[in-house]
């Protein structure tokens, strides 16, 4: 079977009668060229730091006014497109502030469990830099610095998560049925929560 580029296969779906019926609309957009920003202000240097090493030079605008309105204490809602960033206008602020206030806590809710894990890979690989890093050097991180809490956590692995982790990552499902009835052994995350990022909130 030949290989079909994607602009080949929009062309035989536009052509096709029975799929353009259910089509309310096609639209292109044009490209456009990045625009950028200065790193805020208020923002930990070594998160800068830890960010250009994985890659990223600078911010795109959206997200540096994004993250200076967290680090200002304002509630912020991101729309923008599909991969452009979105996940480090939340990051950066919320790790600024488990940085600058050990007793800090966050939590981060989204819509599956494979959001989640993908999210849960892009903090390790930021917290890799030794952000959080222990006296102990084989530590790239402090141990229960992020977790996820879902149905697949081990229910021995669960008291663990509740005392240790600053970063709470779960789903909508758990924190209703396997967190929220059971608050009073949450009382400490509770009582130091600063950051709650919903991802995906089109879909609640």
Request: proline residues 5%.
């Amino acid at each position: 079977m030949p290989v079909m580029s994607l602009s080949e296969l929009l062309d035989q779906l536009r052509a096709d009668p029975k799929f353009m019926r259910n089509v309310t609309a096609w639209n292109r957009l044009p490209a456009r060229a990045a625009r950028y920003a200065l790193w805020p202000g208020g923002l930990d240097s070594r998160l800068v730091e830890a960010v250009r090493a994985a890659g990223a030079e600078r911010l795109f605008t959206h997200q540096a006014y994004a993250i200076q309105a967290a680090l200002q204490g304002e509630n912020v809602v991101v729309v923008t497109g599909t991969a452009s960033g979105k996940t480090l206008c939340y990051n950066l602020p919320v790790l600024n502030s488990l940085l600058r206030d050990p007793s800090a806590r966050a939590l981060y809710l989204f819509p599956t469990k494979a959001l989640a894990q993908d999210q849960l890979a892009n903090l390790e690989q930021l917290l890799s830099s030794g952000l959080f890093q222990t006296g102990d050097a084989r530590h790239r991180a402090a141990p229960g610095m992020c977790a996820t809490y879902d149905g697949d956590t081990p229910r021995s692995q669960r008291a663990a998560v509740r005392r240790q982790t600053r970063l709470l990552i779960t789903n909508p499902d758990m924190l209703h049925t396997g967190i929220l009835p059971h608050h009073t052994h949450w009382d400490h995350f509770f009582g130091n929560l600063r950051h709650v990022v919903i991802d995906e909130m089109h879909t609640y």
